[in-house]
């Protein structure tokens, strides 16, 4: 275990469990449909990869990478890479490592919705539901967590610790 994980809380194996149990609940709803998954950057692709290797349907990434603040009067996203593909008429799986706040992907959904897409929906590893202060909701939820700050398999903390095979609560000492 890394010298600043204070906590292991999910395992490889228990991700990898985890993906295919979602994996079929995506194959029952999405399997007469043409769906995008769309990772958004960074944190989603060591997921988006495990999940992704379980749904056997003609599926075709994407990648977004935003960034997201609150301004005075509204909340606005600035797109850092935007998607490659017309998503009119698409159905799209927002693929995510962690949902929190739901300030960033109830934004990215709101404006795939105004392109004409079919339908958004959110598949995310974690879900931090205490956190949450915007009403938005993943459809498919890998596991539930407190609220504490984790890295680990996509999650950073100051870019690092995404490689780490596990998802891990980090050591207090390491960001106070
Ligand atoms: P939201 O817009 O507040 O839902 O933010 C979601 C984003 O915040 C995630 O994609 C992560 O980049 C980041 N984030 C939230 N909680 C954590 C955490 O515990 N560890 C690492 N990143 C986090």
């Not at 960074?42 to 349907?57: D, R």
């Not at 960034?67 to 698409?90: A, L, P």
């Amino acid at each position: 275990m890394h010298k600043d994980v204070k906590e292991i809380l999910y395992t490889q194996e228990e991700i990898a469990a985890k993906c295919k149990e979602l994996s079929k609940l995506i194959m029952n709803d999405y399997h007469d449909k043409e769906v995008i998954l769309i990772g958004l950057l960074k944190g989603s692709v060591p997921f988006l990869a495990e999940l992704s290797k379980h749904v056997s349907l003609d599926v075709t990434f994407d990648y977004m990478d935003v960034s997201s603040y609150e301004g005075v009067e509204s909340r606005t996203i600035t797109i850092k890479k935007d998607v490659d593909q017309d998503v009119k008429g698409k159905h799209i799986l927002l693929v995510e490592d962690i949902l929190d706040t739901g300030k960033t992907l109830s934004t990215v959904m709101a404006m795939f919705l105004e392109r004409g897409a079919a339908s958004v929906e959110i598949v995310t590893m974690l879900d931090k539901k205490e956190g949450r202060t915007y009403p938005i909701e993943a459809k498919y939820v890998g596991f539930e967590i407190p609220n504490a700050f984790v890295i680990g398999f996509g999650l950073d903390f100051n870019e690092k610790y995404r490689n780490l095979p596990y998802v891990g609560i980090l050591k207090e000492e390491c960001y106070k």
